[in-house]
Each structure stands twice: as structure tokens, then as C-alpha cells.
């Protein structure tokens, strides 16, 4: 069974950094692309970045390059998202995604890790 | 273009048909994925491919996409769908993964 545990949300100040961790198991985390996706409160799903396995290609929303880094252990089979410099719209709850398939949506989520940016 | 349109909200009678669509460029090129979120929860896929199903994902639920729209269409809706659906594709690098807006869907 695919599993999916973020971990790492939590309460930062505008400009602070925070770390959030994603644990996999149930599948071979180098087989599959994995993704981070954020909603912020009330509103719709907005793609954050991905990790593509065989190379380790990393993209980023617009909204976010330069200030988040996405990052993967396979031999801990974890994904990782170091945000940066983060801002009041920052606040959201941060989803770990899988797929298979190279240019399709992920087929698994985990259950979500919230970030609160407020002083 | 990378944006992917959905309606805000629609609305069906208990037992009847609704179409949920989505409109983007990309879709000529990529497919539709299909998410449904309920409150407090994370998203589920229901739809994904050229319109295959999830093992889970009652029948009643099918994903016919057409130039740059994909459908998502429950026939016989119940109670239990009412909840808020997204579309999913990738923009035309095929790098980046877009959302649509979302589609509140409500069972009267």
C-alpha cells in the first residue's frame, strides 16, 4: 500500500525557513516523479514543484523559484521541500504527490502538512 | 498557454447526469487527470489517462476529453459525490504540473 507522511509545518515569521519532509513507502520512490502542492486556505490546488527520478530534474512554480528547493533521499525514500524567505501567502497546506506516469497527475497523496506564515 | 479554465460551481438533481469540464491548451496535447476533494481531506484521483478509472472509483465516473476540453461526467449522481473536483494536466514543456480552479460540486 502507497503511503505518503509530510511532516515539518508549522507557525514561521515572514523571511523565516522551514524544512518539510515527506516519507514514502509502498513503492520505489526512484521509479516515480514526486511533487509538492500547496492550498492555501478556502482556495484551489497550486502546483509548488517536482522531482523527476532518473536524473533528478527539478521544476518550480513561478511563485515559488528561487526560494524553495525540492530534494529527494531514496535511500531514506523521503522527499524534502527547504523553504526560503517565505511570505504571508506562503500559508497553505503543503500535499506530497507520487505518479508513474511521466506526464500524468499524481495518483497519490499524502494527507497534507500545514504552514502558517504570520508574525 | 498553461492555464486550465473550470467553472467555479455546478450544480445536479440526486440520480441525474452532470459534466464537469476543462479547457486548456495543453489538453491537445497531454490528458486529464481528475481529482475530488471533500472538506478536511486530501485529494482523491478519480479519473486519469485516456479516461481509465482507478480500481476504487465507482463506474458511474468517466473522463471523455475532446481538443483542448476534458469532460469529467458522473451519470447517476449520488450524495456522496458532492464535493469539489480538479483537473490536472501539464503545461506545454510537459514539465510543469497545472491545476484548474476547481468545481464545487453540489447534489440537490
Known amino acids: 500500500e502507497v503511503q505518503l507522511v509530510e511532516s515539518g509545518g508549522g507557525l514561521v515569521q515572514p523571511g523565516g525557513s522551514l524544512r518539510l519532509s515527506c516519507a514514502a513507502s509502498?513503492?520505489?520512490?526512484?521509479?516515480?516523479?514526486m511533487s509538492w502542492v500547496r492550498q492555501a486556505p478556502g482556495k484551489g490546488l497550486e502546483w509548488v514543484s517536482v522531482?523527476?527520478?532518473?536524473?533528478?530534474?527539478?521544476y518550480y512554480a513561478d511563485s515559488v523559484k528561487g526560494r524553495f528547493t525540492i530534494s529527494s533521499d531514496n535511500s531514506k525514500s523521503t522527499l524534502y521541500l527547504q523553504m526560503n524567505n517565505l511570505r504571508t501567502e506562503d500559508t497553505a497546506v503543503y500535499y506530497c504527490?507520487?505518479?508513474?506516469?511521466?506526464?500524468?497527475?499524481?495518483?497519490?497523496w499524502g494527507q497534507g502538512t500545514l504552514v502558517t506564515v504570520s508574525s | 498557454s498553461s492555464e486550465l479554465t473550470q467553472d467555479p460551481a455546478v450544480s445536479v438533481a440526486l440520480g441525474q447526469t452532470v459534466r464537469i469540464t476543462c479547457q486548456g491548451d495543453?489538453?491537445?496535447?497531454?490528458?486529464a487527470s481528475w481529482y475530488q476533494q471533500k472538506p478536511g481531506q486530501a485529494p482523491v484521483l478519480v479519473i486519469y489517462?485516456?479516461?481509465n478509472r482507478p480500481s476504487g472509483t465507482p463506474d458511474r465516473f468517466s473522463g471523455p476529453s475532446s481538443g483542448n476540453t476534458a469532460s469529467l461526467i458522473i451519470t447517476g449522481a449520488q450524495a456522496e459525490d458532492e464535493a469539489d473536483y480538479y483537473c490536472?494536466?501539464?503545461?506545454?514543456?510537459?514539465?510543469?504540473?497545472?491545476f484548474g480552479g476547481g468545481t464545487k460540486l453540489t447534489v440537490l
Open positions: 509502498g513503492f520505489t520512490v526512484s521509479s516515480n516523479y
Open positions: 490536472n494536466s501539464r503545461d506545454s514543456s510537459g514539465n510543469h504540473l497545472v
Open positions: 522531482i523527476y527520478s532518473g536524473g533528478g530534474r527539478t
Open positions: 495543453s489538453l491537445r496535447t497531454y490528458s
Open positions: 489517462g485516456k479516461n
Open positions: 504527490a507520487t505518479g508513474t506516469d511521466l506526464y500524468g497527475g499524481p495518483d497519490y
